[in-house]
């Protein structure tokens, strides 16, 4: 009996070294393969960028190659350090073996700058507020608002709430109906949205948005467009009725 018993633990004695060894082989071939320079990240892919430059995103992850792509490029800051910009909706880091690293961007578009002093807060459709800059942007411009809330990253406020809200979405409309306005002034619950300098549309947010979704406003413009006209304004004072003068007020 003691003999088999002194067996029965020579063979456990026996089986624990060879799983321990094959663990250790394992862990090591992990290991070398890990660090080896075929995984050693060469490259970088950036899909999904508009407001920015693959250079200029690739700069703001602090994106290296040369460190390896498990243990010597962290994902996770390349992510957080991108998503601090506030064009940044939603990012995502892959690895893509063997060495490369794809990044992923849903970014913010901006819609609108609101006039704020001497300087222009620009907005998405949605208000968050992208960026403040001293230079005109070449998209819509608002005037008329009165900030209450300004913060980037954040939905802007205004004393209009509701007319900023309906001017937001008329903007959703206009982008999606083959319509433009280089600017619009808010006031007292109207809009005067300007298509030319001195061709203007004038009515509330909810009528012209309308207008547009049914493209009679598109076609006024059109055969204004056709006879060389360029001057005057286009009056949406309710549910298809559009009328246009020479004159601007």
């Known amino acids: 009996m003691k003999e088999e018993r002194a067996i029965k633990r020579k063979k456990r004695r026996i089986k624990f070294v060879v799983k321990l060894g094959v663990f250790l082989l394992i862990c090591g071939t992990v290991v070398f393969l890990l660090k080896a320079p075929f995984f050693n990240v060469t490259k970088f892919e950036v899909e999904g960028n508009n407001y920015y430059t693959e250079d200029e995103i690739l700069v ?3 994106c290296k190659t040369g460190g390896n792509i498990f243990i010597g490029t962290d994902i996770g800051d390349i992510r957080t350090r991108l998503e601090k910009d506030a064009y940044m909706a939603s990012v995502k880091v892959k690895r893509v073996l063997p060495y490369t690293i794809r990044i992923e961007l849903d970014e ?3 819609t609108a700058a609101i006039v704020y002093g001497e300087k222009y807060v620009v907005v998405d459709s949605d208000g968050t507020v992208l960026r403040k800059t001293g230079v005109m942007p070449q998209i819509t411009v608002l005037r008329g608002l009165t900030i209450s809330k300004l913060s980037v990253g954040e939905k ?3 004393e209009e709430k509701v007319l ?3 001017t937001l979405q008329l903007l959703k409309v206009m982008e999606s109906s083959n319509m433009y306005f280089k600017s619009i002034e808010l006031s007292e619950g ?3 949205a300007y298509i030319l ?3 203007i549309c004038r009515g509330t947010p909810e009528n012209i948005m309308k207008a547009m979704e049914e493209d009679s406003l598109q076609l006024v413009v059109q055969e204004l467009f056709d006879r060389k006209i360029e001057r005057g304004t286009i009056q949406i ?3 298809k009725t559009i009328s ?4 601007i007020d």
């Open 156 to 158: 802007i406020e205004a």
């Open 60 to 62: 703001m992850g602090n």
């Open 237 to 239: 004072s309710g549910e």
């Open 197 to 199: 300098d001195n061709l």
């Open 108 to 110: 913010r578009r901006q």
């Open 244 to 247: 246009f003068t020479p004159k």
């Open 190 to 192: 109207k809009i005067k």
């Open 164 to 166: 900023l809200r309906q």
